[in-house]
């Protein structure tokens, strides 16, 4: 999964040939198929292997906070939370966010899309019922959960698409910026 994820980060999905993943972990093409059905069938895999862990840097981060400002705050820092070369699977997963919306061919490849939907449905529901709940103390203004957890939500994986490790900004940087973005959103 490793070389996977170099190889698209670099290449890109499109460009990234099966055998030169193969190549780069030094097994034969065939191989592969032991541990995938498909160039997609990895793709989707660590999609929702970084949903994952999505969700459970934000579980970890807000599960022991009373205080929603701070635990929307803390959430969107645990976002950022990692090493630069984290960002990796985190701008695959945003650049191919298209491959959940149509149900695929291969049982493997659907299994993983399907996984998947129900982790993005889990993030947006965890980030909405958050965000609720600060409405309900009054900490937030009384607007639509939902759309706001999108909106957020929408922000905080933006940097994906710009973000490189060897960006002039520090992971922590963007998060402590993000998060302040946010709760101006929000609040």
């Not at 499109?14 to 993943?21: C, G, L, R």
């Amino acid at each position: 999964m490793a070389a996977a994820i170099d190889r698209f980060a670099s290449d890109g999905f499109e460009h990234t040939k099966w055998a030169a993943i193969a190549g780069d972990v030094g097994i034969g093409e065939a191989t592969l198929y032991y541990y995938y059905e498909s160039k997609a069938h990895c793709l989707l895999t660590i999609m929702r292997t970084e949903l994952t862990r999505f969700l459970e840097r934000f579980q970890r981060a807000t599960g022991p906070l009373e205080n929603p400002n701070e635990a929307l705050r803390v959430a969107v820092r645990a976002a950022y939370l990692g090493v630069p070369r984290d960002a990796q699977p985190r701008r695959i997963l945003c650049n191919h966010l298209d491959l959940l919306s149509a149900p695929r061919l291969l049982e493997s490849e659907e299994r993983e899309r399907r996984h998947s939907r129900a982790l993005v449905r889990a993030i947006e529901q965890g980030w909405a019922s958050l965000i609720r709940r600060g409405v309900e103390s009054g900490d937030f203004p009384a607007r639509d959960a939902d759309l706001s957890a999108r909106l957020a939500l929408a922000l905080v994986v933006a940097v994906w698409g710009w973000y490189r490790p060897d960006d002039q900004y520090t992971l922590d940087e963007i998060g402590l910026f993000t998060s302040e973005a946010v709760l101006r959103l929000v609040a």
